[in-house]
């Protein structure tokens, strides 16, 4: 008991510059819960957790951003970090939107080279947008997180058959039929 009493008794800093005993700023007392406080890369560390079951889990984190930003500044030497399901998500996304993009680049390769023509390769290619629009019209409804990248693969592979075929069966047509 008598250490309780002598850390109580410690003198700290005020915001005013004066020395003060620890005790007048903070109740100190032995414990047997669980440590609050941790570390993590030599600096301490605590964390907050909020359930966000039932909303979305980017609108959460940018109001929680929000409340922060908004918030007095913090001090120095301290920052706020989002993790959890969110650092993940954000990965997986920057991952799919790299990966996306080089099998955005290889179709267009491989379609260069079945019509032998870069042009007409990437005619096709700007059909690809078009799938954007009825996949945007159903991202409010419930579960489209989980409907939406499938309706995107399936709606590129039906708008590509479909501007493979307006450049193919003309080009088809014509070496075909020659004209008189």
């Not at 409340?67 to 920052?79: I, S, T």
């Not at 998500?89 to 920057?94: F, G, L």
């Amino acid at each position: 008991m008598h250490e309780l009493a002598s850390i109580g008794h410690t003198l700290i800093d005020a915001p005013s510059g004066a020395k003060i005993p620890l005790h007048t700023v903070a109740d100190v007392y032995e414990d047997r819960s669980p440590n609050f406080i941790s570390r993590e890369n030599g600096q301490r560390k605590i964390v907050v957790q909020r359930n966000v079951a039932g909303r979305d889990l980017l609108g959460v984190v940018r109001e929680i951003e929000f409340a922060v930003n908004a918030g007095d500044p913090m001090p120095a030497g301290y920052r706020v970090e989002y993790g959890g399901q969110f650092e993940s998500e954000a990965e997986a996304s920057r991952r799919l939107r790299l990966l996306g993009g080089a099998v955005i680049l290889a179709i267009l390769l491989l379609l260069a080279s079945a019509v032998q023509s870069t042009r007409d390769a990437l005619i096709i290619m700007l059909n690809l947008p078009l799938a954007l629009v009825p996949i945007a019209a159903g991202m409010g409804k419930p579960g489209s997180e989980i409907q939406a990248p499938m309706a995107m693969v399936i709606l590129f592979g039906l708008i590509s058959s479909t501007a493979l075929n307006m450049v193919i069966v003309p080009a088809i047509y014509c070496a075909t039929n020659p004209p008189k």
